[in-house]
Nanobody, 127 residues
């Protein structure tokens, strides 16, 4: 399984960015149910949950800190997951990671629930 995150950068507070995560590997075709998520890790902080999408149903979950500002979505044909981030704040500054977990159909905000991780993409929001 390979996860390649991209789309990070430097943006002013109030601006927007869209992160992309390309997922590949034969495991994706073996499982009809899996979950894709976004996490972030700010300087000196632990990795924290941002959003999750159940791939087959499209059901989404969000951390309270991003609810109403961020949107997670997927393109099943391309095996891509996106994170649209609007109204960005300085506290959103972090390295953002996409992650995948196979066979799980319930919500989890724990990084330990995910088996596969991408390399991360830096998002910096200037105030």
């Amino acid at each position: 399984v390979q996860l390649q995150a991209s789309g990070g950068g430097l943006v002013q507070a109030g601006g927007s960015l869209r992160l992309s995560c390309a997922a590949s590997g034969r495991t994706f075709s073996r499982f009809s149910r899996y979950v894709m998520g976004w996490f972030r890790q700010g300087p000196g902080k632990e990795r924290e949950f941002v959003a999750e999408i159940q791939w087959s149903s499209g059901i989404t979950y969000y951390a309270d800190s991003v609810k109403g500002r961020f949107t997670i979505s997927r393109d099943s044909a391309k095996n891509m997951v996106y994170l649209q981030m609007n109204s960005l704040k300085s506290e959103d500054t972090a390295v953002y990671y996409c992650a995948a977990d196979f066979g799980r159909t319930y919500y989890s905000a724990s990084p330990r629930a995910y088996d596969y991780w991408g390399q991360g993409t830096q998002v910096t929001v200037s105030s």
